[in-house]
């Protein structure tokens, strides 16, 4: 198994500024992911953070909204940037899963309010 | 591409009710199946999965087989709590090893009333 810890677990921001959420993992994954959970939503896949190279975006999400970092095989950082109140949602880092059969883990999230 | 069909919710249900959620999913070969829960204000945790067709998943009195005929994952409990208020969300992973990531369905509020 693995533990997630993310944070900020919350937080209210002003239009136009940027926020960066973190993601420890107390072991080292392969695979790390970036979900936005809207309001009453399911989960929506952000990228893939890739180790030592860039992020694997999905289809409409890019780069200078969304940049991440993966320094190593146990922390990420997602930055939502330039934030509009469209972008007030949870945002939850996973980890795993290891392989096809295997689970993936996910941390507690970050709430986001735009305002 | 891969995708996950959950009934609509919310479903509201008296304690000790029996509880059915279906999950439906569209897939490439033979996906893993799981379901999360999440708690208010918590994040996504695993409740049970199967791996193979037949396979029957099973965690705190809930549980779900893998049916490949029908392509279906339904979860179901014989008695349900109000500890067991919460979102339900089917997630399957796929064979294609270039993409680890989940595919969650729409998810399912459940609501149990004393």
């Known amino acids: 198994s693995a533990v997630i810890s993310q944070k900020p677990s919350r937080d209210i921001c002003q239009r136009g500024t940027s926020l960066t959420i973190q993601c420890q993992v107390d072991?080292?994954?392969?695979?790390m992911f970036w979900y936005r959970q809207q309001p009453g939503q399911s989960l929506t896949l952000i990228a893939t953070?890739?180790?030592?190279?860039?992020?694997?975006?999905e289809s409409g999400f890019v780069i200078d909204k969304f940049p991440i970092s993966r320094p190593n095989l146990t922390f990420s950082t997602l930055t939502v940037s330039n934030m509009s109140p469209e972008d007030s949602s949870i945002y939850l880092c996973?980890?795993?899963?290891?392989?096809?059969?295997?689970?993936?883990?996910f941390g507690q999230g970050t709430r986001l309010t735009v305002v | 591409g891969d995708s996950v069909t959950q009934m609509e919710g919310p479903v509201t249900l008296s304690e000790e009710a029996f509880l059915t959620i279906n999950c439906t999913y569209t897939?490439?070969?033979?996906?893993?199946l799981f379901w999360y829960v999440q708690y208010p204000g918590e994040g996504l945790q695993l409740l049970l999965k199967?791996?193979?067709?037949?396979d029957k998943g099973s965690n705190k009195g809930f549980e779900a087989t893998y049916r490949k005929e029908t392509t279906s994952f339904h979860l179901e409990k014989g008695s349900v709590q109000v500890s067991d208020s919460a979102v339900y969300f089917c997630?399957?992973?796929?064979?294609?090893?270039?993409?680890?990531?989940?595919?969650f369905g729409s998810g399912t509020r459940l609501q149990v009333q004393p």
């Open positions: 996973s980890a795993g899963p290891r392989t096809e059969n295997t689970e993936a883990f």
């Open positions: 897939a490439t070969g033979y996906p893993s």
């Open positions: 072991s080292q994954v392969t695979m």
């Open positions: 199967a791996t193979k067709a037949d």
């Open positions: 953070a890739n180790q030592g190279s860039e992020a694997t975006y």
């Open positions: 997630a399957l992973s796929g064979r294609d090893t270039g993409r680890r990531a989940l595919t």
